[in-house]
């Protein structure tokens, strides 16, 4: 193939020539990669906020150092051609190589631009999590929830221009001859240059692509995506970094054999796991099974043992932020604002992670979001038992049922719940005659919520308790909703105006659910338990861990609920704090190993934590304690910020603070220990007392 494509250049290839096309070529990748942070810019351009012009323009300057990481990387076969007159002379090959990396690029460059819209990160993880997941269900929402064929046009037309520049290039940096040089051709051409010239050119090349690839001139470690957090600006740091490399990167992370996202030991064992437990135990905990588990304890609450039955509503992107009881305007929440005056509501409550999936065993199986394993649900260590509440209460014989709009093949929930004890799942399947249904997902929320009320009535005719989980979906890409809104839809929000309207119908159908859910006996004898999975960004990013995507609203009503706790609690919480909660509100005595705590058992002086995480693959995680937010890049120093959140939510910068020690070693105590016990297998409840003592 090669000695064709020699004959058919009709060439002799030369040093100078193939160093100009190469250098040519470079500077059209970084162009390609400048156009693309641009539009990236424009597209997002709502994000900009109060960001100052200054910081953009860094952005700029440092995104070029991490482009020219790539473009280096692309450029190596050119680099290596040099060793050989044939290899210089196979334009055409070469032609081809830097059309399909750059249209490669280019694909990832359009598909972040709604990408970097919807979870205000650069490519990552997330990418490879979706491949992983049904394909049917991720085209369905692909084609009706983005412009596929507008970016496929675009990339189409990207991808010729981008031929036809690399093909003029070679035409101008080719010496032309009347005749094609050949292996038996002596001595070479003019400007070929012996094997030593060759070697030389080499060597300097090497060197400057090796320097290049890595980024930075300093020692250690190449170029890392913390470079580029050098502005105040979330949108400016995050505009800085280069799509294809952070991709890159989260496919060498994810696919590694030695689990490289894992989070590593920051300290010694028996410290981090004193710690811990300093941070978990309470006054009404008694720590047992010390020596093979980090916090498993049986827990004495101060209610009165009962068997209420629980039902667990978990809203999907129900987003504190867009809440009107907490502060937000546009009347988004008006049913949920109304059903707040009647419990308990938490006001500085933070999902675990940014993923239903994060939320669902965050709030279910009480277990965090830990670097490495934030599909948990999927992976071999999601096949452990634990400490939950399908186990807590299964245990006290509770029947149970599971209502979802959707499939729930879906990050493996029939596998995880069904495994943890839950044993009735109502999906997309058993609806019959639905009010709508999409392709994408299933049917709406208004038939799902329909549905729970009809099967929360079928439980409680039983006589027996019963929890239940009813899960929204309407309030998802690509927020298919029904023709005849029974909302007014939502506008003066841009970009997200589709999302609002979305969530203003599930709220709708929240208050329909339990306006009848309000009619049956069973009303007065349930603690309902309403929590959103996880919020999602606004136009300002708060923090570099955009906060508003963590906090959610969580809300407890049963009665004489108030009565007892008040109407409103400030103190931080996450979803890991759901089932101690659950379990303190139902009473008596109860042995588990959950990562929370039961925030109605504090004393007044303690502010509550929240550990948390977002989706991507990446290290970085943070700790929530009163009003103070430290995060922990991986590879960088923390950041201390003082946060308000509500309807003038804003964050500083705390340096000066005191306290950052000690909460650095509490977050990097908690997931180490944690993370500990995921791989130990000892995260689970044990043993009950009665087979332990069977056992012996």
Same mark, same amino acid.
């Given at each position: 193939?090669?000695?064709?494509?020699?004959?058919?250049?009709?060439?002799?290839?030369?040093?100078?020539?193939?160093?100009?096309?190469?250098?040519?070529?470079?500077?059209?990748?970084?162009?390609?990669?400048?156009?693309?942070?641009?539009?990236?810019?424009?597209?997002?351009?709502?994000?900009?906020?109060?960001?100052?012009?200054?910081?953009?323009?860094?952005?700029?300057?440092?995104?070029?150092?991490?482009?020219?990481?790539?473009?280096?990387?692309?450029?190596?076969?050119?680099?290596?051609?040099?060793? &050989?007159?044939?290899?210089?002379?196979?334009?055409?090959?070469?032609?081809?190589?830097?059309?399909?990396?750059?249209?490669?690029?280019?694909?990832?460059?359009?598909?972040?631009?709604?990408?970097?819209?919807?979870?205000?990160?650069?490519?990552?993880?997330?990418?490879?999590?979706?491949?992983?997941?049904?394909?049917?269900?991720?085209?369905?929402?692909?084609?009706?929830?983005?412009?596929?064929?507008?970016?496929?046009?675009?990339?189409?037309?990207?991808?010729?221009?981008?031929?036809?520049?690399?093909?003029?290039?070679?035409? !101008?940096?080719?010496?032309?001859?009347?005749?094609?040089?050949?292996?038996?051709?002596?001595?070479?051409?003019?400007?070929?240059?012996?094997?030593?010239?060759?070697?030389?050119?080499?060597?300097?090349?090497?060197?400057?692509?090796?320097?290049?690839?890595?980024?930075?001139?300093?020692?250690?470690?190449?170029?890392?995506?913390?470079?580029?957090?050098?502005?105040?600006?979330?949108?400016?740091?995050?505009?800085?970094?280069?799509?294809?490399?952070?991709?890159?990167?989260?496919?060498?992370?994810?696919?590694?054999?030695?689990?490289?996202?894992?989070?590593?030991?920051?300290?010694?064992?028996?410290?981090?796991?004193?710690?811990?437990?300093?941070?978990?135990?309470?006054?009404?905990?008694?720590?047992?099974?010390?020596?093979?588990?980090?916090?498993?304890?049986?827990?004495?609450?101060?209610?009165?043992?009962?068997?209420?039955?629980?039902?667990?509503?978990?809203?999907?992107?129900?987003?504190?932020?867009?809440?009107?009881?907490?502060?937000?305007?546009?009347?988004?929440?008006?049913?949920?604002?109304?059903?707040?005056?009647?419990?308990?509501?938490?006001?500085?409550?933070?999902?675990?992670?940014?993923?239903?999936?994060?939320?669902?065993?965050?709030?279910?199986?009480?277990?965090?979001?830990?670097?490495?394993?934030?599909?948990?649900?999927?992976?071999?260590?999601?096949?452990?038992?634990?400490?939950?509440?399908?186990?807590?209460?299964?245990?006290?014989?509770?029947?149970?049922?599971?209502?979802?709009?959707?499939?729930?093949?879906?990050?493996?929930? &029939?596998?995880?719940?069904?495994?943890?004890?839950?044993?009735?799942?109502?999906?997309?399947?058993?609806?019959?005659?639905?009010?709508? =249904?999409?392709?994408?997902?299933? !049917?709406?929320?208004?038939?799902?919520?329909?549905?729970?009320?009809?099967?929360?009535?079928?439980?409680?005719?039983?006589?027996?308790?019963?929890?239940?989980?009813?899960?929204?979906?309407?309030?998802?890409?690509?927020?298919?909703?029904?023709?005849?809104?029974?909302?007014?839809?939502?506008?003066?929000?841009?970009?997200?105006?589709?999302?609002?309207?979305?969530?203003?119908?599930?709220?709708?159908?929240?208050?329909?659910?339990?306006?009848?859910?309000?009619?049956?006996?069973?009303?007065?004898?349930?603690?309902?338990?309403?929590?959103?999975?996880?919020?999602?960004? =606004?136009?300002?990013?708060?923090?570099?861990?955009?906060?508003?995507?963590?906090?959610?609203?969580?809300?407890?009503?049963?009665?004489?609920?108030?009565?007892?706790?008040?109407?409103?609690?400030?103190?931080?919480?996450?979803?890991?704090?759901?089932?101690?909660?659950?379990?303190?509100?139902?009473?008596?005595?109860?042995?588990?190993?959950?990562?929370?705590?039961?925030?109605?058992?504090?004393?007044?002086?303690?502010?509550?934590?929240?550990?948390?995480?977002?989706?991507?693959?990446?290290?970085?995680?943070?700790?929530?304690?009163?009003?103070?937010?430290?995060?922990?890049?991986?590879?960088?120093?923390?950041?201390?910020?003082?946060?308000?959140?509500?309807?003038?939510?804003?964050?500083?910068?705390?340096?000066?603070?005191?306290?950052?020690?000690?909460?650095?070693?509490?977050?990097?105590?908690?997931?180490?220990?944690?993370?500990? =016990?995921?791989?130990?297998?000892?995260?689970?409840?044990?043993?009950?007392?009665?087979?332990?003592?069977?056992?012996?």
């Amino acid at each position: 193939m090669l000695r064709q494509n020699l004959h058919s250049s009709s060439f002799h290839p030369v040093i100078r020539g193939h160093l100009i096309f190469t250098l040519c070529s470079g500077i059209v990748l970084l162009t390609m990669f400048c156009l693309l942070r641009l539009a990236l810019l424009i597209y997002n351009r709502e994000l900009i906020g109060a960001s100052p012009v200054s910081d953009l323009i860094e952005a700029f300057f440092n995104g070029a150092r991490f482009d020219l990481r790539v473009a280096a990387y692309a450029l190596i076969p050119l680099t290596l051609a040099l060793f &050989s007159t044939r290899a210089m002379a196979a334009r055409g090959i070469l032609r081809t190589w830097l059309t399909v990396i750059a249209g490669f690029s280019l694909f990832l460059g359009i598909i972040e631009l709604d990408f970097y819209r919807e979870f205000h990160q650069r490519l990552n993880n997330l990418v490879f999590q979706y491949i992983s997941e049904d394909p049917k269900t991720v085209m369905s929402m692909l084609w009706h929830g983005f412009p596929v064929l507008r970016f496929l046009l675009v990339w189409a037309v990207g991808v010729w221009i981008l031929h036809g520049v690399f093909k003029a290039l070679d035409r !101008v940096t080719r010496p032309v001859t009347d005749s094609p040089y050949s292996k038996d051709s002596i001595p070479p051409p003019p400007g070929m240059g012996g094997w030593y010239l060759r070697g030389i050119v080499f060597l300097a090349c090497a060197v400057l692509t090796l320097l290049a690839a890595r980024g930075t001139l300093r020692q250690g470690p190449p170029l890392r995506w913390g470079d580029a957090f050098t502005t105040e600006s979330m949108f400016a740091n995050q505009l800085g970094l280069n799509g294809t490399l952070t991709l890159m990167q989260a496919a060498k992370a994810r696919f590694s054999k030695n689990r490289a996202n894992v989070w590593k030991n920051a300290l010694p064992t028996e410290q981090a796991l004193e710690t811990t437990r300093a941070m978990l135990l309470t006054a009404n905990d008694r720590l047992v099974d010390p020596d093979k588990a980090a916090v498993r304890r049986d827990f004495t609450s101060s209610v009165k043992a009962s068997s209420r039955n629980v039902v667990v509503i978990l809203l999907e992107s129900f987003a504190g932020h867009y809440a009107g009881v907490l502060g937000a305007s546009g009347g988004i929440t008006p049913h949920f604002d109304a059903l707040s005056s009647e419990g308990l509501l938490f006001t500085r409550f933070f999902s675990n992670g940014t993923h239903t999936h994060q939320g669902m065993f965050a709030t279910m199986a009480c277990f965090p979001n830990l670097p490495g394993f934030e599909y948990l649900m999927q992976m071999p260590e999601g096949g452990y038992k634990f400490s939950g509440l399908p186990q807590l209460l299964s245990a006290r014989r509770y029947k149970d049922v599971y209502v979802y709009n959707g499939d729930f093949a879906w990050d493996n929930q &029939s596998g995880f719940f069904g495994n943890q004890g839950m044993t009735t799942f109502i999906g997309r399947n058993d609806y019959k005659d639905p009010v709508f =249904s999409d392709p994408t997902w299933g !049917v709406s929320d208004q038939d799902m919520f329909s549905r729970a009320n009809e099967e929360l009535d079928k439980l409680a005719e039983t006589g027996q308790p019963f929890y239940a989980l009813l899960q929204t979906l309407s309030n998802h890409t690509p927020y298919a909703l029904p023709k005849n809104l029974p909302v007014e839809r939502v506008t003066g929000y841009g970009s997200l105006n589709e999302h609002l309207t979305a969530m203003r119908y599930s709220d709708w159908a929240l208050g329909q659910f339990f306006e009848k859910a309000k009619k049956s006996a069973y009303y007065k004898d349930t603690l309902f338990v309403v929590v959103g999975d996880h919020g999602f960004g =606004s136009n300002e990013q708060l923090t570099e861990m955009d906060l508003h995507r963590f906090n959610v609203p969580l809300l407890l009503i049963a009665q004489g609920i108030q009565g007892k706790y008040g109407r409103i609690k400030t103190t931080v919480g996450s979803q890991v704090d759901v089932v101690p909660t659950i379990m303190g509100l139902l009473g008596g005595e109860v042995r588990h190993q959950c990562w929370g705590r039961d925030l109605l058992s504090l004393p007044e002086s303690d502010a509550g934590f929240a550990v948390i995480k977002p989706s991507g693959g990446d290290q970085n995680v943070a700790i929530i304690s009163g009003s103070r937010i430290l995060i922990k890049p991986k590879d960088r120093d923390p950041r201390i910020y003082d946060y308000q959140l509500g309807s003038r939510s804003q964050a500083r910068r705390a340096d000066d603070s005191t306290d950052q020690a000690e909460l650095l070693k509490k977050l990097e105590s908690f997931v180490q220990t944690a993370t500990r =016990s995921l791989l130990t297998n000892t995260a689970g409840v044990g043993l009950p007392k009665t087979a332990e003592k069977t056992h012996k």
